[in-house]
């Protein structure tokens, strides 16, 4: 048996996963301020706010639309951040929705 899981099964996913970061992060906003060594982030709102500009850049990307320079991407606060994951899970759900959409193309990834 082979394990498989939908693109739209991982987009779920991925966006109850967001919600409750975000949820949680909100509860407990001296959280973000905590140290973080991971990718060099200096502390837990950078990480976050990696992650979820992967996620925007990626749906810029995989959508065909210029991604957007890092530094032009929000710092905080939370909400601005999690608005990066909500605006690229709505690419990733117009790309899911297009029958047009070209599942075969090959991306070259070097941009």
Known sequence: MTAAITLQ???TWSQEAAKFWNAHFEANPALLE???SINDSGNVQELV???????FRWAQFV?????TPRP?????PLS????????AAK????????????WNETFNLAY
């Open 9 to 11: 099964e991982l987009l």
């Open 34 to 36: 905590l140290p973080c």
């Open 49 to 55: 706010r990696h992650i979820w500009m992967a996620d």
């Open 63 to 67: 959508s065909g639309q210029p991604m």
């Open 72 to 76: 032009e991407l929000p710092t905080g």
């Open 80 to 87: 601005a951040l999690f608005q990066m994951h909500e605006d």
């Open 91 to 102: 690419m990733f759900q117009s790309l899911l929705d297009d029958p047009a959409t070209n």
